[in-house]
């Protein structure tokens, strides 16, 4: 050992450092009064602190009283693993944290290891698929319930009376579209989600793909006395045919849905001045509330919920177009006048 160069310990403490500082983990460090003797940049990050803490205790720094009791429970316990405290605050922090007491030789306590793990986004996530799965379980019970209502009313005697029963079936068929409907936008949805969904980018007309769209909805339209109006610029846009034909066909939809008896929906679509291509749906609906106008695209919402089951809606379309939109690299968004109707945009 005589023949090591004096810098070993140094060096070795340099490393130390830059792993301390390179860790994802908030890392702590104190002596055996509890006093802070190190803490990372992860720490510093997680907590948003920009002094130095060392010599201060935990409480003095963060006034979190359910992290000094478990400092304290080191005293009888040498480690706790997986605890988790809840961070109050402008933007509210899970944090989980593994800790140990140290013991020198001797086996007195020397002081606390803690290391803070940042769970935020992991629950974020959970909860978001926990409302999910709420949200999907509740939108599949309803017609469910009604199909299961009426089929036992046929079954009763409601069958022996033709104009009854016949009543009662074509309920029956609805709600069994409705729940076919929700099941191809979940799974829609889902392809979205995973990273399944493959686009054939190809150069498309857009005035012949926005002809293609509303030659298929002619009829629903002229249904409710509406008039179609394709005003697309004869442009080339890069997208995937298919893909952007979901897109069109979903928001001329609602238009259509949401739209005024006896209106107008025009599409439409020019050059911007980024070099993007810059596509609108335009209704003479009620439009939409101004405090709804991003939550649209969000899975499940409706402005009008009674509105939207009425018309044989799954709360899934916007979301959809949503994500087909961004998958193109572009941007979708809506405007609205209330009482005026409703643009929709979206680039390309
Ligand atoms: P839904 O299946 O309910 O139509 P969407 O995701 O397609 O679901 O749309 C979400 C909600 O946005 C609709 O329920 C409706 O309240 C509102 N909305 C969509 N388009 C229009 C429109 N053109 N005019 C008014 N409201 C609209």
């Known amino acids: 050992m005589k023949g090591q ?5 140094p060096a070795f403490q340099d490393h130390q450092q830059v792993i301390f500082e390179s860790m994802i983990e908030g890392l702590l460090l104190l002596d055996e009064h509890g006093r802070i003797q190190l803490a990372n940049r992860a720490f510093a990050d997680l907590f948003g602190i920009t002094s130095d803490i060392r010599g201060w205790t935990v409480i003095e720094v963060l006034r979190l009283h359910e992290l000094a009791a478990l ?10 693993s997986g605890f988790e405290i809840k961070v109050p605050g402008p933007t509210e922090r899970w944090l989980q944290i593994n800790a140990a007491a140290i013991y020198n030789g001797g086996g007195k306590r020397h002081g606390t290891v803690l290391v803070f793990h940042d769970l935020t986004r992991l629950k974020q996530l959970e909860n978001a698929r926990q409302e999910f799965v709420a949200n999907v379980s509740h939108e ?13 009313t046929l ?11 016949t009543r009662f079936l074509q309920t029956i068929d609805r709600n069994a579209e409705r729940l076919r409907l929700l ?7 889902s392809e979205l989600e995973t990273g399944r969904v493959r686009l054939n980018i190809q150069t498309v007309a857009l ?21 179609l109006v394709n005003q697309a610029a004869d442009l080339p846009v890069r997208a995937d045919p298919g893909r952007l034909e979901q897109i069109l066909g979903n928001i001329v939809d609602n238009a259509i849905k949401y739209g005024r008896a006896g209106g107008t929906v025009s599409v439409g679509g020019r050059a911007s001045d980024t070099g ?73």
């Not at 400092?71 to 706790?80: A, M, P, R």
């Not at 599949?140 to 036992?152: D, F, N, Q, V």
């Not at 099941?183 to 949805?189: K, S, V």
């Open 207 to 227: 005035a012949q793909a926005v002809a293609e769209v509303l030659e298929d909805f002619k009829s629903r339209a002229a249904a409710k006395g509406m008039t």
């Open 71 to 80: 400092v304290n429970s080191l005293e009888t316990q040498k480690q706790v």
């Open 155 to 165: 079954l009763d005697g409601a069958k022996d009376n033709p104009e009854t029963a």
């Open 276 to 348: 993007q291509v810059e596509v609108f749906i335009q209704d003479d609906g009620p439009g939409i509330p101004p405090e709804a106008l991003e939550r649209v695209f969000e899975r499940f919402y409706r402005v009008d919920k009674a509105r939207s089951r009425e018309q044989g809606g799954t709360g899934l379309g916007l979301a959809i177009v949503k994500h087909l939109v961004q998958s193109h690299g572009g941007r979708v968004w809506a405007t609205s006048r209330p009482g005026c109707g409703a643009t929709f945009y979206f680039s390309l």
């Open 140 to 152: 599949l019970r309803t017609p469910l319930s009604l199909i299961k209502g009426y089929a036992e």
């Open 5 to 9: 160069p004096p810098q070993t310990v």
């Open 183 to 189: 099941i191809e936008d979940l799974l829609t949805i």
